[in-house]
């Protein structure tokens, strides 16, 4: 037992808890005196907190790291075949971790800020310190007066889990930790995580600085520091929300990347509120307007960060989502946090809004900050509208709680439901990001205008038509958004080539423009043109009662048959493993088990080409849960390609499918199983046969040829005397993709007749040599069939994703733009 | 009235329609009687049904009936009142469907057979099964 490590560990969340409180009140204080020794002492208790803090997540690590499965977080996350890299996934699986992850960005980030942040230090420090002590209290893990305050990530294995074991022997420590969710089990769970948390912990900046900025009554100053960190935010936590979408695409089989599930949801809300609050505060800059909504938006992006975390967290979800976290009993504690967090937000806008500055300017279109100011407003409705149905669980909650029967369910569709009212505020969107950097860059009049926007709209419907007469889309709403995206990239770069002769510092806003544009048109083709290509119309009417025949979206295929599908030639060629330290797939019936299900040992050498890559009687390690089935692609051109769909089954979280994804420049081939036929065979009645050497038969629907008989010298577990008589028969078994061999015997041993049957299970055959008849030189052969090897395979294709990802970076090029030139400007004093 | 009206006046129309439209699409949580109702009286809204799979007094799960080609499934559900039902899943069948403690069905009568576009599972998983294996 390791209790020092864990003791510790508590001990400093408990200082850090303590510090955190410390040092908001010194900040506090020091917002009310000249004298800078409060200030001092606000910085040393922020230090020993970020200290406390650290101290706590090595302890973590170390204590998962080791496999200290006495410790009820390594036991229930992590196990001691988990690679070190998902060894550092499986500490921010559970609540505590993640709760971690995020004190630990927020400790990273004021430390930058108590270096950067000059005469905004104190007020902001304060506002960051008490959310930090909020945050610590999630992993404090006390109770007082019979209330558990946080849950705390050093809890033994025995104080959680209730087993008679710990009844006997109170030191028993578990041989193996429970494991970390297979689907987390990727290299995008150990960066998407951090990224995504980063950018959720930095909009805490912004939020600090617009409630100083209520709070000391410097209403207009705090716009110009906070702009800088809003956009780094943004940056971060749209990398994230990507980086998520991506692992869900390359990991989870609902065959995309974004499936509008209310975890997915809960985070794009506060982003694109952030988008939005970002563009009203470069109005401020411009035209020293739009202050009022700088701050409701700035403040609502926390407090959605917040909602977010609450729906997540919760268990409000419940069944509602894939991945929410389990209920820690803290959803009490949560909403608590919110609640405050409002209401403070709430009474200090309150408080001040005759105060913020207005102006009386009438609205008008031609103005730099109209269009704008409408996308803005835009990006709002479209937050909204994700952010109510999201909330369905919550409404029911709240009318459940004042005696209300609801029975209120999400849209039964979510996707449709979602995208048939987005795709308007996508369009909106993209045509006013486009009007929006032309009025904002050029004076504009009435006069005017059918100049500037001639030259554009004339080559954005050329491009488009000619979109529409090649690609075939025939939708409407498609076309609309096409042309959009289109006349946004067309607008956005000629403002970006106008800007580059001037000062490419100035570009970030139109570089970000043309990559979101390119996104919408990766998204519309990706996902509103993708189609299943493993459709078919089988033909079986799944009810005598009604006679409409429906379209089956998957298709089954026999080990080594070919199956024609779309353009291609499908074949399923076996069951693939993956070997520790070896890149490529091996066929599974190549190795044979041992004692440890870890370790398998080779049954005959295997080659890459004439070198000889693992010998026969090789150990290799490799994960028993993961099976891979090889299908090969054939395209009448006589292009090939493999793939490898996965199933992983896990003891715990039972099976879990994921995609193989065929990735080419204009398109993607994405594939998995859906159904995998199980091990155990039955095997049919023996059928008997008359077989010449020599000659060919039919089994299991396979051809195969009885090529000869072969004298065997030994036979293992065998002793053979000098009259018994051992033969093999050699059966070569033609499969699609390669000839299969089997070799039944037969022999004769003190005058008894002994047969010993070879069989395949995957092609379910089994051939036994019953009898001998030397004058007419053939044999009969016994034959059983079973079912064949298959799998059940959907297979959908996904044009243009690459621009999706494409556009993804091309927004974080022009982010990291305005960051830079925006920092730069925080020093330079307004004229 | 000054345009900032005007503009503040057509942003609250959209919020309103937004909310019209979530309520009228969002489903509902109703039993197979009242779903059957529904179908009855011309609704072929999507619902959701709650229930369990149906099991002999062994807790064997009776009725599963994946089609001959495999490439769909039909079962007998009961929901939370006690009524059984057949439903059809155009959909091979989930390999988890056996061991479900419960099933939420997302679809619509069709006649006398409930059409499921998709299936919720909840399995007993490693967060309620919390055992330690000695």
């Known amino acids: 037992m390791h209790y020092l490590v864990g003791d510790l560990g508590h001990l400093f969340v408990i200082i850090s808890f303590i510090t955190a409180l410390i040092a908001a009140f010194s900040y506090f204080k020091s917002t009310r005196t000249d004298n800078d020794s409060w200030k001092k002492n606000g910085r040393f208790a922020f230090y020993i907190h970020s200290a406390g803090i650290l101290g706590v997540v090595l302890f973590l690590y170390i204590i998962i790291y080791n496999d200290y ?22 500490f921010w699986e559970g609540q505590e971790g993640s709760f971690l992850l995020w004190i630990f960005w927020h400790v990273i980030l004021g430390i930058i800020f108590i270096r950067y942040g000059k005469t905004w230090e104190s007020p902001v420090m304060f506002v960051f310190s008490l959310v930090q002590a909020f945050l610590t209290s999630m992993i404090l893990g006390v109770v007082v007066l019979q209330i558990k305050i946080g849950s705390s990530p050093f809890l033994l294995t025995r104080e959680v889990i209730d087993a008679p074991i710990f009844q006997i022997n109170p030191d028993f420590i578990p041989e193996d ?32 600085f617009a409630i100083s900025a209520l709070w000391n ?18 940056a971060t936590l749209g990398l994230g929300i990507i980086m998520g979408a991506y692992w869900a695409y390359e990991t989870l089989n609902f065959g ?23 563009h009203t505060m470069l109005i401020y800059r411009k035209n020293k307007t739009a202050i009022r909504l700088s701050f409701i938006l700035v403040i609502a992006t926390f407090l959605l960060v917040l909602y977010s975390t609450f729906l997540t967290r919760s268990g409000i979800l419940g069944d509602a989502s894939v991945h929410s976290f389990t209920d820690l009993g803290l959803s009490g504690q949560l909403l608590i946090y919110l609640l405050a967090f409002t209401a403070l937000s709430l009474i200090f806008l309150i ?26 407003t835009l990006l709002c409705l479209s937050a909204f509208q994700v952010i109510i149905p999201t909330s369905i669980p919550v409404f029911n909650a709240i009318l ?22 987005q795709i308007w505020f996508a369009m909106g969107i993209a045509t006013f990001s486009a009007l929006g950097q ?44 096409i042309t959009a995206s289109v006349f946004a990239i067309v607008s956005n770069l000629s403002t970006l080539i106008r800007m580059k002769r001037k000062n490419f510092n100035l570009s970030g806003g139109s570089i970000a423009h ?41 298709i089954l295929l026999f080990q080594d048959q070919p199956k024609e599908m779309d353009n291609y030639r499908l074949i399923y060629t076996g069951k693939r493993i993956r070997i520790k330290d070896y890149r490529d797939f091996y066929r599974k019936d190549q190795f044979l088990p041992t004692q440890d299900s870890h370790f398998l040992i080779a049954k005959e050498d295997i080659r890459k080409g004439d070198i000889i890559l693992i010998a026969k009687g090789d150990t290799v390690e490799h994960n028993p849960e993961n099976t891979y089935f090889e299908v090969k692609y054939e395209k009448s051109k006589g292009e090939v390609f493999y793939l490898y769909p996965r199933l992983q089954e896990n003891p715990n979280m039972g099976n879990v499918v994921s995609p193989s994804i065929k990735k080419a420049i204009f398109r993607d081939i994405y594939t998995h199983v859906t159904v995998v036929a199980e091990d155990e065979k039955e095997w049919s009645e023996t059928e008997e046969i008359e077989v010449p050497i020599g000659g060919s038969f039919f089994a299991n629907d396979f051809v195969a040829f009885l090529e000869k008989f072969q004298r065997m010298d030994s036979l293992k577990g065998v002793d053979l005397n000098e009259n018994d008589v051992a033969v093999k028969g050699i059966v070569k078994i033609k499969g699609a993709t390669k000839d299969y061999i089997l070799e039944p015997v037969y022999l004769i041993k003190d005058n008894f007749a002994g047969r010993i049957p070879d069989e395949n299970k995957a092609l379910g055959v089994k051939i036994t040599v019953l009898k001998i008849i030397p004058d007419k030189n053939s044999v009969v052969l016994g034959i059983n069939t079973a079912q064949k090897d298959y799998i059940i395979l959907k297979a959908i294709d996904k044009p243009l994703i690459n621009v999706l990802w494409l556009g993804t970076i091309i927004v974080m090029i022009g982010f990291t733009v305005s960051m830079i030139r925006r920092s730069k400007e925080i020093s330079i004093p307004d004229r | 009235m000054k345009k900032t009206h005007i503009f503040g006046i057509i942003i609250i129309a959209i919020a309103v329609m937004i909310i019209i439209i979530t309520a009228g699409d969002a489903s509902t949580y109703v039993t197979f009687d009242q779903a059957k109702k529904m179908a009855k009286n011309g609704n072929n809204k999507k619902i959701h049904v709650v229930g369990q799979l149906k099991k002999d007094d062994m807790g064997q799960v009776l009725g599963i009936l994946p089609s001959e080609d495999k490439l769909s499934v039909s079962f007998s559900m009961i929901d939370n009142e006690g009524i059984e039902q057949r439903v059809y899943f155009n959909e091979p069948m989930p390999p988890d469907l056996e061991r479900s403690e419960q099933v939420v069905v997302i679809g619509s009568f069709k006649e006398d057979l409930f059409i499921a576009d998709k299936i919720l599972l909840k399995c007993p998983s490693k967060y309620q099964e919390e055992e330690i294996n000695i």
Do not use: C
Not at chain 1, 190 to 204: M, N, Q
Not at chain 1, 410 to 421: L, M, N, V, W
């Open chain 1, 351 to 376: 408080k001040n809004w005759k105060a913020i500055p207005v102006t009386d300017k009438e609205v008008n279109a031609y103005s730099k900050e109209f269009w704008i100011f409408m996308g803005a």
């Open chain 1, 177 to 208: 930790g429970s494991g970390l969710n297979p689907l987390l089990q990727n290299y995008w769970m150990v960066i998407h995580p951090p990224t995504l948390f980063l950018g959720f912990a930095a909009t805490i900046v912004p939020f600090s």
């Open chain 1, 69 to 90: 499965f006495e410790y009820h977080y390594a036991w229930n996350h992590s196990s001691k075949y988990l690679p070190f890299y998902y060894k550092i996934s499986a």
């Open chain 1, 400 to 421: 459940n709680n004042i005696g209300i029967e609801s029975n209120l369910a999400p849209p039964a569709d979510q996707i449709i439901f979602y995208t048939k009212i």
């Open chain 1, 217 to 234: 009554k410097k209403l207009k100053s705090w716009i110009k520091p906070a702009i800088p960190w809003s956009l780094f935010s943004a």
């Open chain 1, 514 to 554: 043309v990559g979101v544009a390119l996104m919408l048109i990766g998204i519309l083709y990706s996902s509103g043109l993708s189609n299943v290509i493993s459709l078919n119309r089988s033909g079986i009417i799944y009810s005598t009662n009604f006679p409409d025949e429906i379209n089956k979206e998957n």
């Open chain 1, 438 to 481: 032309y009025f904002w860059w050029r004076r504009m009049e009435k006069g005017k205008i059918f100049n500037e926007f001639a030259i554009p709209l004339v080559i954005t419907l050329t491009i488009s038509i000619l979109i529409m007469i090649f690609s075939g889309i025939n939708r409407f709403t498609f076309l609309l958004l």
């Open chain 1, 256 to 278: 995309g990347y974004w499936n509008w599930d209310p975890v997915e949801n809960a985070i794009f809300v506060p982003w694109l509120v952030q988008i939005a609050s970002i």
